[in-house]
């Protein structure tokens, strides 16, 4: 008895491995047909084939492009030291906030890096991870996963953070210091 239980194992191995196999050779057969789509619409001057191409470089840059976690540290970092550069009066406040909102949430590990391929996104937490409070660990005192991009602060993408750029490109301006007084 121990013989045909011993085929059968054999048989059924082989089936897996010819199934598995076979699966994958449908799928090769798949993608050399869609390759040869794809090279006789390049040849015939084909305007999908250009937009397939021109999506696929595209999509190649963002991926190249995208910051990292690092490069989130450095620009803060910097950020940061310029705007202790300035003197108070003349310091953008909007600038002054957001990078110490970001300062203190790093600071106290609440400021997150989430990398998406092609984008990067910074969010805070209310808690820190390692944090072992009923509050924060319950899913039903956190919010919602369809509210997450309220926690979101920055986007980065093309090697910048965008909000973080935007604001400190005039980060030495003071609008509030501009403003004209009324009945003068």
């Known amino acids: 008895m121990a013989v045909n239980t011993t085929k059968v194992a054999t048989k059924v191995k082989v089936g897996l491995l010819k199934r598995f196999g076979n699966y994958l050779k449908f799928v090769a057969d798949d993608y050399k047909a869609v390759a040869q789509e794809t090279l006789q619409d390049i040849t015939s001057g084909s305007i999908k084939a250009a937009m397939y191409i021109g999506g696929l470089a595209g999509l190649g840059v963002l991926y190249r492009a995208n910051p990292t976690e690092r490069d989130l540290e450095t620009d803060l970092m910097e950020s940061a030291h310029d705007l202790s550069l300035i003197g108070e009066p003349i310091r953008s406040t909007r600038a002054d906030d957001f990078v110490d909102k970001l300062c203190s949430a790093c600071r106290d590990g609440r400021l997150h890096y989430t990398s998406l391929g092609i984008l990067s996104l910074v969010w805070i937490s209310e808690y820190r991870d390692e944090l072992d409070l009923y509050s924060a660990k319950c899913k039903h ?41 009324d009945g003068s």
């Open 141 to 181: 005192t956190n919010l919602p996963w369809y509210q997450w991009h309220e926690k979101v602060v920055d986007i980065g993408i093309l090697g910048k953070f965008m909000t973080l750029n935007k604001l400190m490109k005039d980060y030495d301006v003071n609008i509030s210091e501009w403003k004209v007084k």
